[in-house]
């Protein structure tokens, strides 16, 4: 009976062991990857503080980094200093399957991609990952892409009724994130608003079940202010997803952080 307690323990380390993932010296067994879109860094910066409470990184992807003032460049620093990671929304947030249709894959390339990553480069924030803006994204652009980035994030929305826990899209066992070029990812903007009054219920489910199955699951949202401008995840809402987080250890990954 020890013989076989001792064997049974054994086997489900070994287990454990190979559903774990390391990179960039973080070890984890699943996680929840949040991302900010555009370019709202006036109110991401407010929210360092916040992240740091429940020591939560996450990713900003920028867009339109052109328009960006000193001030606001200063304000990426800070949240890149705070261990925090900046991607690519491109140069233009145009619409990738709209354009590449219209102007072909390498004016994409040259009008939206480059552009972006040099920008981003030359100011310190070297992008790992891109962001499609409003998800529109196949499977040539991502091979396209992947050329250039390690990970994207593509997205998609619940079906009426549909539970956020059987969005399969969104969930990756840790073990094929490093396969898996594009990560999808659903929307929290409005989230415990009249607007979607049962988001944060479902997100704190999804959650759970991430951690239940040693998956990755990705979410997205934009500002993160009470009333705009633009989509935006109140603060408030924010911090209850990531007390959930980290209630329930699940750790709060950055597109850099992944393999």
């Excluded at 929840?32 to 990713?59: E, G, N, P, S």
């Excluded at 947030?93 to 894959?105: E, F, L, N, P, S």
Aim: hydrophobic share 35%; glycine share 8%.
């Amino acid at each position: 009976m020890y013989l076989l307690i001792c064997a049974l323990m054994t086997t489900m380390t070994q287990a454990a062991e190979k559903t774990t993932t390391t990179t960039n010296g973080k070890s984890f067994q699943s996680g929840v990857v949040l991302t900010f879109d555009d370019r709202y860094v006036d109110q991401w910066v407010q929210q360092i503080t916040l992240f740091k409470k429940y020591d939560a990184h996450v990713t900003f992807f920028v867009d339109h980094f052109y328009t960006l003032n000193p001030a606001q460049i200063a304000g990426l620093k800070k949240l890149q200093d705070a261990g925090h990671a900046i991607g690519s929304h491109s140069v233009n947030h145009i619409k990738a399957v709209d354009y590449v249709r219209t102007k072909g894959m390498k004016a994409y390339l040259q009008n939206e991609i480059d552009p972006s990553v040099k920008r981003l480069t030359e100011a310190g924030f070297i992008p790992t990952a891109f962001a499609y803006p409003s998800s529109s994204r196949n499977e040539e652009i991502d091979s396209a892409l992947l050329k250039t980035f390690r990970h994207l994030r593509g997205g998609t929305g619940l079906t009426p009724g549909q539970r956020m826990r059987d969005l399969k899209a969104i969930f990756t066992p840790v073990d094929q994130v490093a396969g898996r070029g594009c990560l999808i990812g659903t929307g929290v903007d409005y989230a415990g608003t009249e607007k979607r009054p049962d988001y944060l219920t479902e997100i704190k489910d999804a959650m759970d079940h991430a951690k239940q199955r040693g998956e990755i699951v990705v979410f997205y949202a934009h500002n993160i202010s009470e009333n705009g401008p633009g989509h935006h995840l109140s603060p408030r809402a924010l911090e209850e997803i990531l007390a959930h987080a980290q209630q329930i250890g699940l750790p709060t990954l950055t597109y850099d952080e992944l393999p």
